[in-house]
């Protein structure tokens, strides 16, 4: 099903620089692949894909279920808590928030933050810079799985200094380009993040059967059967 058009800023990627753009119902993820991507393991993406994972700095922050949504974007290019509060007011049931923090230094994400993504049904959350509330942030890892480069106690300010241009633009997270309406994966090893059409049909069913296969695979290996058959070389 459709999530339905919506409408973004975009600063630059698709469309005009600084200009709101409606993004197609075509170019939003189906409900349908949403799902196969909840069921795939990322390693099992990874041995298909090479681009799109961040690097082993993104680390989860909770361990929460497999996050899976298309990203809802803001680059916070000052520690501004007042554009953080309007990227929250956006947020629509099963987005990512991803955020760019530029100073590297400043904590975007807490138990407040948190809870709103919540009460909005956010999927997740992905900083390109440290969190903070580390506790509050577990004790909600159930519901909103959180993903960043580390934790701080510095936070952010009520300065007001960013206007809207800094929310759904194309933002840098971690060496991987993110757009508005891209899917964004999470689990235990890290985010990758896909266009909206994900993997491809191909990618997806071969890591699907990879999956499928795997448990008997591991089975035969440890019942001693010859690596040499099991584990080509
Ligand atoms: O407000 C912030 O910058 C982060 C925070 O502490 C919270 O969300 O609770
Ligand atoms: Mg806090």
Redesign the pocket.
């Known amino acids: 099903m459709c999530r339905g058009c919506q409408r973004f800023f975009r600063s630059s990627g698709w469309g005009v620089s600084g200009m709101a753009v409606d993004l197609d119902c075509e170019e939003l993820a189906s409900e349908e692949l949403i799902a196969s991507l909840r069921e795939v393991e990322l390693p099992t993406l990874g041995h298909f894909l090479e681009d799109g994972f961040c690097t082993p700095r993104m680390v989860p922050i909770n361990e929460g279920p497999q996050m899976v949504g298309p990203a809802r974007t803001l680059d916070l290019r000052e520690p501004d808590?007042l554009a953080?509060n309007r990227a929250l007011h956006a947020l629509r049931p099963g987005d990512v928030l991803v955020i760019r923090v530029a100073s590297g230094l400043h904590?975007?994400?807490?138990?407040?933050?948190?809870a709103a993504a919540i009460a909005q049904g956010a999927a997740g959350i992905v900083v390109d810079g440290p969190v903070?509330?580390a506790a509050a942030l577990r004790n909600v890892q159930d519901r909103l799985p959180v993903f960043a480069t580390g934790l701080i106690a510095r936070?952010?300010k009520r300065t007001g200094s960013l206007g809207d241009d800094v929310l759904d633009c194309e933002v840098e997270i971690d060496g991987v380009t993110v757009r508005p309406g891209d899917l964004v994966l999470g689990d235990r090893q890290g985010v990758l993040v896909l266009p909206p059409t994900g993997p491809g049909n191909e990618v997806l069913q071969a890591a699907l059967a990879s999956d499928w296969g795997e448990p008997e695979l591991l089975a035969r290996i440890a019942a001693g059967e010859d690596l040499r058959e099991l584990l080509p070389g």
């Open positions: 808590a953080v904590a975007p994400v807490g138990a407040v933050t948190a903070t509330d936070t952010t």
